[in-house]
């Protein structure tokens, strides 16, 4: 059983940044992908914003490529996204992700607001 808890979402101006952290507990060692999500308000499904492998491979959507940065402290069980240059369209709750390796078991945080305005 993993449990993750997000934090740092917030009211934003565009152009402005925000760092949101995911903390991790439980059996970290069986998850080997984590990553961010998002779900807009008029949305009906998560979308993808940008995943990291245990070994630091990252991947990003392409609408936050080159503004928004994933990174992990395994030490810490830590992951965290640092979004630069926000856009109204950023505006969403964020969700954290993990995926157990073996069982491809998906474990999700209760998801962080963030609000740009333009």
């Known amino acids: 059983q993993v449990t993750l808890v997000e934090s740092g979402g917030g009211l934003v101006q565009a152009g402005g940044s925000l760092t949101l952290s995911c903390a991790a507990s439980?059996?970290?060692?069986?998850?080997?992908?984590r990553g961010w999500y998002r779900q807009a308000p008029s949305g009906k499904q998560r979308d993808l914003v940008a995943t990291v492998t245990s070994g630091g491979s990252t991947n990003y959507a392409e609408a936050v490529k080159g503004r928004f940065t994933i990174s992990r402290d395994n030490a810490k069980n830590t992951m965290y996204l640092q979004m630069n240059n926000l856009k109204p369209e950023d505006t969403a709750v964020y969700y954290c992700?993990?995926?157990?390796?073996?069982?491809?078991?998906?474990?999700w945080g209760k998801g962080t607001l963030v609000t740009v305005s333009s």
């Open positions: 439980g059996s970290i060692s069986s998850i080997k992908t």
């Open positions: 992700h993990a995926l157990e390796s073996a069982s491809h078991f998906n474990y």
